[in-house]
């Protein structure tokens, strides 16, 4: 009974000890001169007067103008409804920004500075809609492109034609030239027309009245250029030929390599990436004197099938069945959605011109539909040649 009281005394005095201890330790921090508050408040809310543009895209550069912002760009915050932009540059009347990736709707701007504890007034911001129909109403579309001019380019297999739609949607036969697989501008703005059916790549001139067969591969998908000006051209049973611009020929990857079928490739400076769907994963490759070496596999998921790069190496892809646009970061390979649940699928047939990306559904060969999904970031750069 002793020993009992004594150790309920013993413990008292310990967690008395640690009380004591902790309140100790809770002292407040005393800001003074010798000790300043590194963020102090009492300062007023900034006020906005303008916003300009007050419509746009997503990534779209817009100038906030008003009083009481702080020339440090990382003490100012703008929110844009539940997201926050970029700021670019800060000076006490006037913020550059970034706006975030938003789409379709209108939304409450306001800014928050360091030192105070306020919001300033709000101001609004309409994000056009950043997905777009460029027509529903294509036989078995198969491949597109765009110009400098804002004309898209759209093969269909059921008519056995390549269709151009100008700026004003006036839709015209540019070619009775019938693809089956992509459709690319390339040397000298010749349209470049994968032909799966025929084994052929035929180009056609800038202005539609010549065509001409510029080689025969079997299979023949994508085709796509490294800055060099050498062709490479994609095979659906996983080869891969390249033709130099003096016309010779290599089977960069053996005809067969990669069994899970192949659909889409592009280049970005030294690497060539490719996507095999039924293999289920995203492929990349060094482009070397002697072909295509040390493929690496940068992503493993739900059969991906259509592909495009951004100017910052960013791989955009879609996937068979899936209605989002997802993202690769080529540096930790992590994936990210764009659009999520808003698309088509199978989405197939991408192409990245300026700060769009063309997406094409096949319609299960019967009518199909194009869309374009502005990205706000550009295209990879490429050869002077190329339609971006």
């Not at 540059?89 to 379709?104: N, Y």
């Not at 992590?334 to 094409?360: D, Q």
Request: hydrophobic residues 35%.
């Amino acid at each position: 009974m002793k020993n009992t009281k004594l150790l309920k005394i013993i413990g008292f005095i310990a967690v008395l000890g640690f009380m004591l201890n902790s309140c100790d330790q809770l002292k407040h921090t005393v800001y003074g001169s010798d000790n300043p508050d590194p963020n102090p408040t009492g300062q007023g809310p900034a006020v906005i007067t303008e916003i300009t543009p007050s419509e746009g895209y997503l990534k779209d550069i817009i100038t906030i103008n008003g009083s009481g912002f702080s020339n440090v760009a990382d003490e100012n915050l703008v929110s844009f409804g539940q997201l926050v932009g970029t700021i670019i540059s800060a000076s006490t009347t006037s913020l550059q920004v970034e706006t975030p990736d938003l789409t379709g709707q209108t939304v409450e701007v306001k800014v928050a500075i360091k030192g105070s504890e306020f919001w300033s007034n709000s101001g609004e911001f309409t994000f056009k809609d950043a997905i777009q129909y460029v027509t529903t109403d294509i036989n078995w579309p198969m491949g597109v492109d765009a110009d400098d001019d804002g004309n898209v380019y759209i093969g269909s297999a059921g008519d056995g034609v390549i269709y151009k739609i100008d700026t004003n949607d006036n839709m015209t036969v540019f070619a009775e030239v019938g693809p089956s697989g992509a459709i690319r501008f390339g040397p000298e703005k010749w349209l470049y027309v994968c032909q799966s059916w025929d084994g052929t790549v035929t180009r056609i001139s800038p202005d539609g009245s010549t065509s001409e067969e510029y080689a025969a591969v079997e299979g023949v998908r994508d085709i796509d250029w490294d800055g060099s000006g050498n062709t490479y051209i994609l095979q659906g049973s996983g080869g891969v030929v390249r033709i130099d611009p003096s016309g010779n020929q290599l089977q960069a990857v053996e005809d067969g390599t990669y069994g899970g079928e192949t659909k889409s490739c592009r280049i970005f400076g030294d690497y060539f990436y490719f996507t095999e769907i039924w293999g289920s994963t995203l492929w990349r490759m060094d482009i070397t004197a002697n072909g295509l070496e040390n493929p690496v596999a940068v992503y493993e998921g739900n059969s991906p099938v259509g592909i495009e790069i951004d100017e910052n190496g960013t791989v955009y892809f879609t996937e068979a069945w899936e209605t989002t646009l997802y993202t690769l970061n080529p540096d930790d390979l992590s994936v990210n959605a764009l659009f999520e649940g808003e698309l088509m699928t199978p989405m197939r047939y991408l192409n990245y011109v300026k700060k769009i990306i063309y997406i094409v559904f096949p319609g299960w060969g019967g009518i199909g539909e194009v869309m374009s999904v502005f990205i706000g970031i550009p295209q990879a750069p490429g050869p002077d040649y190329t339609s971006g």
